[in-house]
């Protein structure tokens, strides 16, 4: 329909062009002094005006048939893969190293406030974990074992969530000088627990326990160390040095 009209307006349009010249040309009725160019103006024009318009009406809506049109199938939305938790993996140098930057602080205990960042070796080998660490100096020696206790037993509670650590060992590096006045960086505190103590201990009520009592966790580990020179000045009571204390090699 809209073709239809479209030729109508164009021929109208003609018509007006060349009744302003000669309207006795496109005015073939009525008396012969009539047909004047006024007369074609008026007819032509009318006729231009209406046939715009309907040729307007009659386009078809391309916009509409647009939005009718049915949108094409999307590619089904992919699910985020889960990333597994640690008590999932395999236990790893990789996946222990990625875990311990996971590492809170349960805020019991004192705790080397830059640790992970603090950690200088991680050895991963058939279950057993040793870390090394080595927390800013300034700390007296009870403070730096009391650091050292809750730095371990956080880390050892988050490790331990994997049943595939069979023991962690916790080192705590100072320096410490020799009798030359040589300083180098020794084992100031180690702190060893394995798979069956671990699963014994409830390690909230653990913690709070080691917070008015430090030794209980020295006493109830498989094995710790704790360098002479910090030891002759320890303010730490109850010690059991049966099972550690400066000879233990922590085997």
Do not use: C
């Not at 302003?20 to 496109?26: E, G, R, S, T």
């Not at 012969?32 to 046939?51: F, N």
């Not at 990789?94 to 960042?117: C, H, M, R, W, Y």
Request: proline share 4%; aromatic share 8%; net charge negative.
């Amino acid at each position: 329909m809209s073709d239809l009209f479209l030729v109508l307006l164009l021929i109208s349009i003609v018509a007006l062009i060349v009744g302003l010249k000669n309207p006795k040309l496109v005015i073939r009725w009525g008396e012969e002094e009539k047909r004047t160019r006024k007369k074609a103006i008026w007819t032509y024009g009318v006729a231009v005006v209406i046939l715009f318009i309907a040729f307007g009406i009659s386009m078809p809506n391309n916009q509409g048939s647009q939005q009718t049109t049915a949108p094409a199938a999307s590619a089904p939305a992919q699910s985020p893969v889960a990333t597994p938790s640690w008590n999932q993996i395999a236990v790893s140098q990789n996946t222990v190293i990625a875990q311990l930057k996971e590492f809170k602080a349960s805020n019991i205990l004192p705790d080397d406030n830059g640790f992970p960042a603090d950690i200088t070796k991680t050895t991963v080998s058939d279950g057993t974990i040793q870390i090394e660490y080595k927390p800013a100096e300034g700390l007296d020696e009870t403070m730096l074992v009391k650091e050292a206790i809750g730095t371990d037993l956080d880390s050892m509670k988050m490790l331990f969530q994997n049943k595939q650590v069979a023991k962690v060992d916790m080192i705590t590096m100072v320096d410490m000088a020799d009798q030359y006045g040589n300083t180098s960086a020794s084992k100031g505190v180690e702190l060893v627990y394995d798979r069956s103590t671990a699963d014994k201990i409830d390690w909230t009520g653990f913690e709070n326990r080691a917070l008015t009592d430090p030794a209980n966790a020295l006493n109830l580990s498989n094995s710790y160390f704790i360098h002479p020179g910090i030891y002759k000045n320890l303010k730490i009571d109850n010690l059991d040095n049966s099972i550690g204390g400066t000879d233990s090699n922590n085997s």
